[in-house]
């Protein structure tokens, strides 16, 4: 080719190429009218709620106008429409006080992901394959209504299975309520970080089967065992904003934080005192305080409590020994067996009784121990005895229930989850007679999240129909054979009731914030349908059409019981929380909250404005025997297993359902700045011992098998442990989790708490080799850093 | 192609197109949810240009003036009978943006009113099958202007329509009569004596 | 009365959360690099959470500080810029003017706090996550520099607002994305030159040191050291 015709042929295809970019693709799409005036460039700000943990924060969404690509009558077309822009905390909600945390915000990509499933789909290769096909709306609930009618005219209706993430409202109701009028069992509620051991434990303590609430605000010494309260862990937005108040909220009034635990997490990286100590042994160290405390007769919170009668508290009653002042718990005893010197232990009890207001806190991996609720009855023992308040008011109490329907007792599952999960493996696995014949799937991804020892992969392949209503294809939800995927949350009605973060009784409600961008179904709606279609007990059980007219009915009865919203008619009081958000009780007001510590009322009354809601759930005390000291169990030995293996709730992904949000993969971990990959933390004596470096690739292996990961020395982490973030090491969850890092979840053996049947996560004991050098563990880090105060030593 | 030409300046031609046609293939543009319009002034040569090619259009005024719009909309024979300006684009005088306005606007009054000329039809055979009007924008800013402007302030400070719009009343459909650059917004910016720093628009 | 904007970031507050992080990404468009941009350190934050460890296990501590551009007013990124792109604003912002910069990235170079960003690509999100775009704010394109603006979109509406209303802005009336999610309050924005302001009265702190202050760059952002449990009982 002469150099004359190359330059023709450049200049031709450059044209070419100008005219093909000048012809933009929406001129091809039809445009919609759109279903509401907007002006354009204004935002209007409207109500939501967070659903990507539990904590049921209140939402702000900014709504602009903009266009979007949109199905509409089954058409693709453009649309100029509301949409989702920035997501803020709602000011007047009672829990987050408008602020919001990281995984909140990052709420939006849930909405504009692009690996939605935007339509019905049905399976069209075989299981697990990931082939699927489009299929009408009309047929997919033909499909499955006709199934669901089958399966309970041939009298199989109980072998119908439900398997959903846990949650709190009306979904709930309308789940439970439909599976129960076709005659099925309830549904399996799963989640790994379950928490049943500290429902337990303070059903037991206090009287309260309910996470705890604690307002920190008001404190002046908090120890904390394991708990990433300001990470993870409860209600983290409402607990960050009270520890900047037990900060520097108060002039001349500063809290100290004491964190016990074995690797050091976020929260325990802002403690004035960071304390490790053997794994499983946090409620022993928690009974050698209080020995202290009740040997040498301390009085904590000043003078107004007098010690001796802090000894017969409830919460007390329960542990073995606690009358005869703990004789077995002496800080000498307990030096070798938690590793805390016992100078320590003392120093600690006599600051607690010298501070006004403390308060004990147990959360996380303690609980995760074959010996969970032991460990937290201690603390909760603890607790009551150095929680009385310098205003004679505890810091640790509970949120009161609004009472909305049955949902406030049926939320409440006192069997560990993985014990409900095995239930339902086992059925699968061994063919019972009521074994699973098809298994409709709602948010909940136990193949990736479950121990491998639950062999629920095996259990689910066993099950011949498969419906999920997710939004998204992860390990679980590929092997259905029919998906109906879900409004994204901020296209739905959204209702929930958090379970602590404040002493109002909160019930969430908002109204979709935006326009369906695909061709999706509310799964309530769907529900609600498929009882219509089915008829009989179904449809007697669930009169309604729409999923907001069973929220409305629930509701209503709100009205007249005073709080946020004081209106006249019922309309006035629906419109009212729609515009709130939900609905609130008043705050308790100081002097209707009593002492938590000694009276045998328990910490419900903190429930002050709702008398009926805090002692309708209270059960009478004692009950159980006093509870003798466990020691907790581990899988492996310690000559083959040698470390211990401390898997944890990633600040970023959560259990790992958030992995597939771009926002969340390139969050550099604070602790380590690590993005987009998984890594293990090793003590740097650990890692000179056995010849690894930092961003060495390493090998962790357990008796149910190996992950390898890139490893992170780092100086807060006890020399026996190895922690490792949950969250990453999908197979199949979008182009942004796929195949990316380890998932720690899978070499967990199947332990379980023994008393709750709950996940002993934290019990599993592994061996650690190098596997490799940087080139092959990819460890990615943040590079920002300023000249001057250079990071560590770190591979780039 | 033109004979005359010295080599080099044909090399030279053929680089930039090739050089235009590689980035174009590769560079992926800035998105935005669309409706970006063609029509736009940004008057300057920086790399803040989605593509080389962009850039040199961009700052040779390279932009049709004349877009053809799916209505013959009459502007003239509208504002001749008394119609304001925000009556149909709405939010000029409360936000950043006017609304352009879609065909519930318009059969808002053509519900009755001449309901048998063709290009009324038009608009109904729109609203029957349920599809917006596809507009034509003709003054916008391209993202890579990075400018911001903001209607309402200029509304407020009784800044006439027709200074950038130039005579509506003697227009049909829209035409992009004042080319706003720069230079343009700054004069009017010194003139009545308000900010002319850089980011009070390039943000 | 002009303003002069500033912030206070209260290390005793601060919790390591990252929630600005996120914030900050989702109000500014800020694109994600992607894994294999990410491990070229081409990932931005236009505020970060550091963090420094001392210490040996078992008495290891960590501090974290978040920072973010220090909106210096002797701001060493300004007199090297051959095309003015980086200036000092009358209210005291550095600002990038994007249609200025010729991504010669002195900047970026002259900058002690490493907190501007230079764009490798043109951004991109793959479709509909272009919808979550905040359209208040521009896209930075191949070649230009980018860093924290405090949200000058949010000051821009605020002062728009306040001026229709005819009314000076109050205090705390509005706050750039990273103290708004900020949870314990350890971001707090405002203006310096209101001394009743939240953030005059806790920059007069005598916790308050500025980052790298010998540098000479008198940033507008005050940092609070963190207390002691001993020193607050002593009074």
């Keep these: 080719m002469q150099r004359r015709d190359f330059i023709k042929i450049s200049a031709l295809s450059g044209a070419m190429a100008t005219l093909e970019a000048c012809r933009s693709p929406e001129q091809q799409l039809i445009r919609f009218v759109p279903e509401e005036e907007l002006i354009p460039g204004i935002a209007t700000w409207k109500p939501s709620v967070c659903t990507l943990c539990s904590a049921g924060c209140g939402l702000q969404v900014r709504v602009m106008q903009g266009d979007a690509e949109v199905v509409r009558r089954g058409q693709y077309g453009l649309m100029k429409m509301g949409l989702a822009k920035k997501l803020e905390g709602n000011p007047q909600h009672p829990v987050n006080l408008g602020k919001l945390c990281a995984r909140g915000q990052a709420g939006l990509q849930v909405l504009y992901h692009p690996d ?46 439900f398997l959903a993430r846990p949650m709190r409202g009306q979904r709930r109701e309308l789940i439970e309520r ?66 900047g108040e037990m900060r520097q909220g108060r002039p001349g009034r500063r809290a100290k934080f004491v964190q016990v635990e074995s690797r050091m997490s976020q929260t325990g990286a802002n403690a004035d005192e960071w304390i490790p100590c053997r794994p499983g042994t946090e409620g022993t160290l928690a009974l050698g305080i209080a020995h202290v405390i009740l040997s040498e007769k301390l009085a904590p919170g000043g003078p107004t409590s007098p010690a001796g009668s802090l000894e017969g508290s409830r919460a007390g009653s329960v542990i073995a020994g606690w009358s005869a002042g703990l004789p077995d718990f002496a800080p000498a005893a307990l030096e070798k067996q938690t590793g805390v010197s016992a100078a320590v232990i003392t120093r600690l009890a006599h600051e607690i009784a010298q501070t006004g207001s403390a308060v004990a806190i147990i959360g996380g991996a303690p609980l995760a121990h074959t010996n969970g609720l032991f460990s937290a009855l201690a603390v909760n023992a603890l607790e009551s005895l150095i929680d009385t308040g310098r205003d004679q008011r505890p810091i640790l109490g509970f949120m009161s229930e609004p009472e909305l329907g049955d949902a406030a007792q049926s939320a409440v599952p006192l069997q560990g989850s993985l014990a409900s999960l095995n239930g339902l493996a086992q059925a699968a696995l061994l063919g019972q007679p009521h074994a699973p014949q098809m298994l409709l799937l709602y948010d909940a991804n136990p193949i990736f999240s479950a121990p491998p020892g639950v062999r629920i992969r095996e259990a689910i392949a066993k099950i011949p129909y498969i419906v999920s209503f997710g939004s998204f294809i992860d390990e679980t939800s590929a092997q259905a054979d029919l998906i109906l995927p879900d409004h994204a949350p901020l296209e739905s009605w ?51 059409t729409t999923f907001d007219a069973l929220l409305r009915a629930a509701f209503i009865p709100l009205r007249t019981r005073g709080g946020s919203i004081n209106k006249k008619t019922d309309d006035e009081f629906w419109s009212t929380a729609q515009e709130q958000g939900g609905w609130w009780s008043d705050a308790p007001t100081a002097h209707a909250a009593g002492a938590q510590g000694g009276g045998s009322q328990g910490a419900g009354s903190h429930a002050g404005s709702q008398p009926a809601a805090a002692t309708s759930s209270l059960v009478p005390a004692a009950k159980h025997a006093p509870m003798a000291p466990a020691a907790p169990e581990f899988a492996g030995t310690p000559a083959e297993f040698p470390f211990h293996f401390l898997p944890y709730v990633s600040q970023a992904f959560g259990d790992g359902s958030l992995a597939h949000l771009p926002w969340m993969q390139e969050l550099p971990d604070v602790l380590t700045t690590a993005m987009w990959s998984s890594w293990v933390e090793i003590n740097p004596k650990t890692g000179e011992r056995l010849g690894i470096r930092q961003g060495d690739l390493v090998e962790i292996a357990s008796q149910q098998g190996s992950v390898r990961a890139p490893a992170v020395l780092s100086p807060g982490i006890a020399p026996d442990i190895v922690a490792m973030p949950v969250g990453q090491g999908h197979e199949n969850f ?59 030593e770190e591979p780039r | 192609m033109p004979t005359g030409w010295p080599k080099w300046l044909l090399m030279i031609v053929a680089g930039a197109c090739t050089w235009a046609l590689v980035e174009i293939a590769l560079t992926p543009h800035a998105t935005r949810a669309s409706g970006q319009s063609e029509y736009v002034t940004t008057g300057v040569f920086t790399t803040a240009h989605p593509t080389a090619f962009a850039a040199v259009k961009d700052f040779v005024n390279m932009h049709p003036k004349h877009p053809v719009q799916p209505i013959a909309y009459t502007h003239t024979v509208h504002l001749a009978k008394g119609l304001q300006c925000p009556f149909c684009h709405v939010g000029v005088d409360q936000g950043p943006e006017a609304r352009i306005p879609g065909v519930t ?54 800044v006439d329509c027709s200074n950038c719009h130039s005579d509506m009343t003697k227009q049909t459909t829209a035409e992009r009569k004042v080319d706003m650059n720069m230079g343009f917004c700054i004069a009017c910016h010194k003139q009545k004596q308000v900010s002319i720093d850089c980011e009070t628009c390039h943000y | 009365m002009s303003h002069k904007w500033g912030m206070v970031v209260d290390l005793d507050r601060c919790t390591g959360c990252e929630a600005c992080v996120v914030a900050c990404h989702a109000e500014n468009n800020i694109p ?204």
């Excluded at chain 1, 928490?195 to 904390?224: K, M, W």
């Design chain 1, 116 to 161: 939605r499933i935007t339509h019905p789909i049905k399976r069209s290769g075989s299981r697990g394959s990931g082939e699927f096909q489009e299929i009408t709306w009309d047929d997919a609930l033909k499909e499955l209504a006709s199934r669901l009618a089958t399966l309970q005219s041939s009298n199989s209706a109980n072998s119908l299975a």
């Design chain 3, 32 to 235: 994600t690099a992607g894994a294999d941009q990410a491990a070229l350190g081409r990932a931005k934050h236009w505020i970060r959470v550091e963090r420094y460890w001392e210490g040996d296990f078992p008495d290891a501590r960590i501090r974290f500080q978040p920072v973010l551009c220090q909106q210096c007013e002797q701001a060493p990124c300004e007199p090297v810029c051959p095309t003015y792109a980086s200036y000092h604003t009358p209210e005291g912002l550095n600002a990038q003017i994007y249609n200025r910069c010729i991504g010669t990235r002195f900047c970026a170079n002259a900058c002690p706090y490493n907190v501007r960003f230079f764009n490798f690509f043109n951004p991109q999100w793959d479709m509909p996550l272009e919808l979550q775009l905040n359209p208040d704010v521009s896209l930075r394109t191949v070649g230009v520099m980018e860093k924290c603006t405090f949200c000058t979109q949010r000051i821009k509406a605020a002062e728009i607002q306040a001026e229709a209303e005819k009314r000076d802005l109050k205090d705390g009336e509005f706050n750039p994305a990273c103290a708004q999610s900020c949870a314990s309050k350890a971001l707090v924005f405002g203006d310096l030159n209101d001394p009743n302001s939240e953030v005059s009265r806790l920059e007069r702190s005598n916790r308050g040191t500025k980052l790298l202050g010998e540098l000479g760059t008198k940033p507008n952002v005050t940092y609070l050291e963190r207390g002691t449990w001993e020193d607050a009982k002593n009074g």
């Design chain 1, 178 to 243: 439909f599976l129960k009028a076709y005659g099925a069992p309830p549904a399996v509620w799963y989640e790994p970080f379950d928490e049943t051991v500290l429902r337990q434990a303070n059903l037991l303590s206090f009287g309260r089967a309910a996470l705890p609430t604690f307002d920190l605000r008001r404190a002046d010494y908090v120890i904390s065992f394991g708990a990433d309260f300001l990470g993870t862990w409860n209600s983290p937005v409402a607990q960050s904003i009270g520890y």
């Design chain 1, 494 to 544: 959204l209702d929930s009731i958090p379970e602590s973060g404040s002493f109002q009784a909160v019930a969430n409600l908002a109204p979709p914030a935006v326009a369906p961008l695909h061709d999706t179904r509310a799964m309530p709606d769907v529900l609600l349908g498929l009882a219509h279609q089915l008829g009989g007990d179904v449809a007697k059980a669930l009169p309604w």
């Design chain 2, 105 to 158: 606007v318009c059969m808002s009054c053509h519900q009755v009113i001449a309901t048998d000329r063709p290009e009324i039809k038009k608009i109904a055979a729109y609203k029957a099958r349920g599809e917006e009007i596809p507009w034509v924008r003709v003054y916008d800013y391209s993202e890579s202007a990075h400018v911001k402007f903001n209607h309402a302030p200029h509304i407020r400070a009784q």
């Design chain 1, 734 to 792: 979008g182009r942004f989790a796929t195949g990316r890092g380890a998932n720690p979840l899978s070499i967990l053996a199947p332990l379980a708490e023994h008393q709750t049947g709950s996940l002993a996560w934290a019990a599993t004991r592994v061996k650690l080799a190098r596997a490799g050098g940087p080139e092959q563990a990819k460890l990615i880090l943040f590079a920002g850093g300023m000249r001057g105060f250079p990071h560590e």
